[in-house]
């Protein structure tokens, strides 16, 4: 029967556990953050004139079974127009006025941009995890590193997902100007799906907590193998007979 001491027994540690633990959550919240910024049902909206639902991204626009519209090409397609509208008897007091929602605000850049941020720092994270499982003799530098990258990684993917919710709020941004009716829009499942990610990445950050503490101050090698906790046949050597050794006082014979 063929026993791996190599990487098998560095799982059966609580370190190697820690490590493998992370290593999951981190790589399925990537996926989902990932995923969240592919999908462009950020916040969605049914536009009663034309029939259709509108689904709002951070860089896709899909007003329902038409083109969708990217944000890489917002200076071709993403006109709006806006008429000044003053107040009376107050010179000079004039603001613009939306009469068509824009398919981009300035704030879909903001959060695009944090959220794959975001996604870059978690990968480096695990890149820096998996160094430290593979390198035991720098293992604390790339803990350290790891613990870093997450960290930014859960910070800046909650600022954007602030940011958002935020800006999804204000009046230009929660509701879909149509053709003779407003709609108001709703979070889609892209927004639900980031939450998620969010919440994973919470766990994987405790987890490298975890590591850290284990790396720090637990002195756990899993490289080392006992002997005495097999039996002779799984060491390999010729088989022994182990007796416990007593401490014997003078013995008196009659």
């Excluded at 969708?68 to 006109?79: E, G, Q, R």
């Excluded at 800046?156 to 997902?161: D, K, P």
């Excluded at 010729?238 to 008196?252: E, F, K, R």
Aim: aromatic content about 16%.
């Amino acid at each position: 029967m063929a026993i791996d001491f190599g990487i098998g027994s560095r799982f059966a540690t609580s370190l190697g556990k820690a490590q493998i633990t992370t290593l999951v959550l981190t790589a399925i919240a990537n996926a989902l953050a990932f995923l969240a910024v592919l999908t462009p049902a950020w916040q969605t909206a049914d536009d009663q004139d034309a029939r259709t639902r509108v689904d709002s991204g951070l860089w896709l626009y899909c007003p329902g079974n038409q083109q969708c519209w990217y944000i890489f090409s917002d200076n071709l397609v993403n006109y709006y127009e806006k008429v000044d509208v003053c107040r009376f008897l107050l010179i000079g007091d004039c603001r613009k006025k939306l009469l068509r929602t824009p398919y981009f605000f300035g704030w879909h850049y903001a959060v695009l941009i944090m959220m794959v941020i975001a996604i870059l720092f978690s990968f480096g994270g695990v890149v820096a995890l998996v160094v430290s499982y593979l390198r035991p003799h720098i293992r604390k530098v790339a803990t350290v590193i790891m613990d870093l990258l997450l960290a930014f990684s859960f910070l800046i993917y909650a600022i954007a997902l602030a940011v958002f919710m935020i800006n999804a709020e204000m009046l230009e941004s929660r509701f879909l100007i149509g053709i003779r009716n407003t709609f108001e829009k709703s979070y889609g499942y892209s927004f639900y799906i980031a939450c998620i990610g969010l919440t994973i990445l919470m766990f994987a950050v405790f987890a490298a907590m975890l590591v850290t503490t284990y790396v720090f101050f637990f002195r756990e090698n899993p490289d080392q193998f006992d002997p005495f906790k097999y039996p002779p046949s799984v060491v390999g050597g010729p088989g022994q007979d182990y007796t416990v050794m007593h401490n014997i006082g003078s013995v008196t014979t009659v």
